[in-house]
């Protein structure tokens, strides 16, 4: 039994002293990758700053925050300079003040 364990034992060890690690040479890539292909700048038409409150109103909205939300999409409107996103920031403040009167 004995010699059945120092056999399987001595076998782990072999293995593991054997080739279980690569080094580093070994895991880099040999040719150099190739360089990156142009890509078109891709820009929404709406104001950044009216994006930007409009994304952290959204966040406060999923985290339950809604006096924030409703602070943050009103910068946004105040700062939106197209039709679309007006609409858009309209509908989202009439939700949140539907949510904070029924939490009232």
Excluded: W
């Amino acid at each position: 039994m004995q010699t059945r364990i120092r056999t399987v034992l001595a076998s782990i060890l072999a293995a593991a002293l054997m080739g279980g690690c690569a080094t580093m040479s070994e895991l880099l890539p040999k040719d150099p990758p190739p360089p990156p292909t142009p890509m078109d700048v891709v820009a929404a038409p709406y104001s950044g700053n009216a994006l930007q409150n409009f994304y952290i109103g959204r966040q406060y909205v999923a985290q339950g925050r809604y006096e924030l939300a409703r602070e943050h999409y009103l910068l946004a409107l105040a700062s939106a300079r197209e039709e679309a996103m007006r609409d858009t920031l309209v509908t989202e403040l009439q939700t949140v003040d539907r949510l904070i009167k029924t939490l009232r």
